[in-house]
T-cell receptor, first 115, second 115 residues
Framework: AQSVAQPEDQVNVAEGNPLTVKCTYSVSGNPYLFWYVQYPNRGLQFLLKYITGDNLVKGSYGFEAEFNKSQTSFHLKKPSALVSDSALYFCAVRDITGGGNKLTFGTGTQLKVEL | GAGVSQSPSNKVTEKGKDVELRCDPISGHTALYWYRQSLGQGLEFLIYFQGNSAPDKSGLPSDRFSAERTGGSVSTLTIQRTQQEDSAVYLC?????????????FGPGTRLTVT
């Protein structure tokens, strides 16, 4: 089965500093990877995806992610964090096991950006 | 354009009662998904509809859960004889089902509380 792991429950960073939220994956075949963000009492918002092509993927709100096949990682990054980036971030992988088509999510990482 | 909508936003029900949760996907999206988000279990896939194909029900936790999608658009998730462990946020998502547009767009969710 496909899976992703987010090793950090929480990441704290000062506003203006770069941020990284980590994700590693375990898949058979080519990975289709996604990042979503969830603000309090809201649904999940799509940030970016990696399907194929360039290893550096750019997404919404200035976020980007780097696909690293040798390290089986797909870390989310932003060069300069904002307080408004504080939210819950989920990494996900497309899982077509059994002919289905679903997203399997990591456990989430709470990002806190402080002044 | 309009995103995925869900109703009700909150539902409180007594143990043993049946509940129906509704999802309106993005217009034109052929794929529709239900997920459940709870503190103990994280984000779990429940069921997936794609066009006129038979749904992938592999994530439904028990036979008390069922879902239908009428006319290829609106979907209803039904939970019969609710139990306290059914308390969670139920999220609906849709995707276009075209090409490599695998990203899913989520609604705001229905928070279900079983007392």
């Amino acid at each position: 089965a496909q899976s992703v792991a987010q090793p950090e429950d929480q990441v704290n960073v000062a506003e203006g500093n770069p941020l990284t939220v980590k994700c590693t994956y375990s898949v058979s075949g080519n990975p289709y990877l996604f990042w979503y963000v969830q603000y309090p009492n809201r649904g999940l918002q799509f940030l970016l995806k990696y399907i194929t092509g360039d290893n550096l993927v750019k997404g919404s709100y200035g976020f980007e992610a780097e696909f690293n096949k040798s390290q089986t990682s797909f870390h989310l990054k932003k060069p300069s964090a904002l307080v408004s980036d504080s939210a819950l971030y989920f990494c996900a992988v497309r899982d077509i096991t059994g002919g289905g088509n679903k997203l399997t999510f990591g456990t989430g990482t709470q990002l806190k950006v402080e002044l | 354009g309009a995103g995925v909508s869900q109703s009700p936003s909150n539902k409180v029900t007594e143990k043993g009662k049946d509940v129906e949760l509704r999802c309106d996907p993005i217009s034109g999206h052929t794929a529709l998904y239900w997920y459940r988000q709870s503190l103990g279990q994280g984000l779990e896939f429940l069921i997936y509809f794609q066009g006129n194909s038979a749904p992938d029900k592999s994530g439904l936790p028990s036979d008390r859960f069922s879902a239908e999608r009428t006319g290829g658009s609106v979907s209803t998730l039904t939970i019969q004889r609710t139990q306290q462990e059914d308390s969670a946020v139920y999220l609906c998502a849709s995707s276009s089902g075209l090409g490599r547009s695998y990203e899913q767009y989520f609604g705001p969710g229905t928070r279900l509380t079983v007392t």
